[in-house]
């Protein structure tokens, strides 16, 4: 089951079907299947049904603590031990992992399953019943299996000043990213969009070192910010602009000037994609004001489009915060 986007939490309206309010983290989407009986194998299946047991070995180690004929839904997160924090590269690593390597980086790079829905109990399928008796269940199985880590139960409140709360404050702590929103008579309806996402999203500024399209129409915008040395980094692109955003940018663009940092560098066209924009250069010398989610790289990479907000012609590249400053650095 999957999550609509909104931009903010939606208004509490007298008489509307009660709703659940969880965190929204930043892993990557799990089933857990354990087997039906004694011998049976675990199973970890990903969004798209590939299934990654094999990547995951301490998960399916730790998998000993559930009973059989389980299906839970959950995300997986990595702790990097070295880092000290929640890393999405180090999951990105761990899911890619072959079988003979994935016990060495599980040492390294430890997972843990947040577990938010129960859809299936002692064989039985409850993808029928309503999401207030589906979460009652999954309470009282890491009750009554006193579950640890990795196994943790997803913060899920029905008091909507805590679910402001969360998005406002939580989201400061790496790995939460905003809330998910789910009527509590609810069915779980695989493949549709039957819950609501919503997720923080802070402004910031960034330079802008090249562009798609021409210069006199610009489509998006590629961005960096300098580093402790002077160089640009890229730290994302924008989604596509709007047609009086477009005329606004095109306005203030300078063509390159020979010896451009960027000059021959490829960019992906999407984090993790290997097809590339056809970008044109320009002078990096605009400071674009930009809103975006939390989803950011260690170093201050987006991994998902920002949106462009204005030219800030009232601040120079020297007043951006330096790459790796995180997410909610603003020049001011």
């Known amino acids: 089951m999957l999550a609509q986007a909104a931009e903010a939490i939606p208004p509490v309206r007298p008489r509307a079907a009660a709703v659940a309010y969880e965190q929204k983290l930043d892993g990557h989407r799990m089933l857990v299947f354990t087997p039906a009986g004694p011998g049976g194998r675990v199973l970890l299946q990903t969004r798209r049904g590939s299934l990654v047991q094999d990547a995951f070995p301490d998960l399916v180690a730790a998998a000993e603590q559930l009973p059989h004929g389980l299906v839970l839904d959950g995300e997986v997160l990595v702790w990097d031990l070295r880092e000290g924090r929640l890393s999405f590269e180090g999951l990105q690593r761990r899911a890619a992992a072959r079988a003979r390597t994935a016990p060495a980086l599980a040492v390294r790079l430890p997972a843990?399953?947040?577990a938010f829905d129960l859809l299936q109990e002692d064989g039985v399928e409850l993808l029928?019943?309503?999401?207030r008796?589906?979460?009652r269940r999954l309470e009282r199985l890491f009750a009554d299996r006193v579950l640890t880590a990795p196994w943790t139960l997803c913060p899920m409140t029905t008091d909507v000043a805590t679910a402001r709360e969360w998005l406002e404050s939580w989201t400061d702590v790496s790995g939460v990213e905003g809330l998910v929103i789910k009527s509590l008579t609810g069915r779980y309806t695989p493949g549709s969009r039957g819950w609501t996402k919503v997720k923080r999203r802070d402004t910031t500024e960034a330079i802008?070192?090249?562009i798609t399209g021409t210069l006199t129409r610009p489509q998006l915008l590629v961005l960096g910010r300098h580093d402790a040395a002077g160089r640009l980094r890229t730290v994302g692109r924008t989604v596509t602009l709007r047609p009086d955003q477009?005329?606004?940018?095109a306005e203030h663009l300078t063509p390159a000037d020979p010896g451009h940092p960027w000059a021959g560098a490829r960019f992906a066209s999407a984090w993790g994609r290997r097809d590339v924009l056809d970008v044109t250069v320009v002078r990096p010398d605009l400071v674009a004001e930009i809103s975006a989610d939390r989803s950011v790289d260690h170093g201050g990479v987006h991994r998902h489009p920002v949106r462009f907000t204005r030219l800030r012609l009232d601040v120079g590249v020297e007043d951006v915060p330096r790459f790796g400053?995180?997410?909610?650095a603003a020049a001011g």
């Open 128 to 131: 029928t019943l309503p999401q």
């Open 112 to 114: 843990y399953y947040v």
């Open 246 to 249: 477009a005329r606004h940018v």
């Open 133 to 135: 008796e589906r979460r």
């Open 208 to 210: 802008i070192g090249a």
């Open 325 to 328: 400053a995180g997410p909610a």
